[in-house]
């Protein structure tokens, strides 16, 4: 069963910030929101991963609700090589489960 | 270092026949997995190798799949008499513990059953 909800597409002009949303409300105390990324024709790619606090790294940051129910993701100078579709995951990871990764959000960078 | 890497890149087969899939995982991670991705949609979890420990299989769609990875090295995932429902890209991923947040995919089989 799908644990997040994600928009199915969205349109970001190059330069400006892209946030990416994703609601995971039934999350539970010990999993990890996690982002990966599949650009067309390639495996997916890890982005970014958090528990309560917000996190940053050389690709972008993640914006973590003080609930825990949403998440954001935001790539803060989005490129055209950016374009992909974006998977918000959440996963306890002290077992080693398997991602469930659904339909995720199309991102298309416009120039 | 060298990543994921998957072969064939590309495969055509005809239906019933069965087919091999490999996956050679990065050096030294302990845990693979096998997801397999249909046309427009998201991963599907296959299988879960950790170790020497026996592996999850709780995603195999059918008894027609079954896969194999020797101690912590390469793994194969077998399709037997092929059906066109089988067509998709087969992902392998590995990742360096079982507890590790991130997991590294390789370039996926495509498969083609005609």
């Known amino acids: 069963d799908a644990k997040t909800t994600q928009p199915p597409s969205m349109d970001c002009a190059e330069g400006r910030a892209a946030n990416l949303p994703c609601n995971h409300s039934?999350?539970?105390?010990?999993?990890?929101v996690y982002w990966y990324r599949q650009i067309h024709s390639q495996g997916p790619q890890y982005i970014i991963h958090?528990?309560?606090n917000n996190e940053t790294n050389e690709m972008a940051s993640l914006i973590i609700t003080e609930d825990r129910k949403s998440s954001t993701l935001i790539l803060p100078h989005a490129t055209l090589r950016d374009t992909a579709v974006y998977y918000c995951?959440?996963?306890?990871?002290?077992?080693?489960?398997?991602?469930?990764f659904g339909p995720g959000t199309r991102l298309s960078v416009l120039p | 270092g060298a990543g994921v890497s998957q072969s064939p890149s590309n495969k055509v087969t005809e239906k019933g026949k069965d087919v091999e899939l490999r996956c050679d995982p990065i050096?030294?991670?302990?845990?693979l997995y096998w997801y397999r991705q249909r046309l427009g949609q998201g991963l599907e979890f296959l299988i879960y190798?950790?170790?020497?420990?026996?592996?999850?299989k709780s995603g195999l769609p059918s008894d027609r799949f079954s896969a194999e990875r020797t101690g912590e090295s390469v793994s194969t995932l077998t399709i037997q008499r092929t059906q066109q429902e089988d067509s998709a890209v087969y992902l392998c991923?590995?990742?360096?513990?079982?507890?590790?947040?991130?997991?590294?995919f390789g370039p996926g089989t495509r498969l083609t059953v005609t």
């Open positions: 995951i959440v996963r306890v990871a002290n077992y080693g489960q398997n991602f469930v």
């Open positions: 050096s030294g991670h302990t845990a």
């Open positions: 039934t999350i539970s105390g010990n999993e990890y």
């Open positions: 991923a590995s990742s360096l513990r079982r507890e590790a947040h991130e997991q590294y």
């Open positions: 958090g528990l309560k």
């Open positions: 190798f950790q170790g020497n420990s026996a592996p999850d």
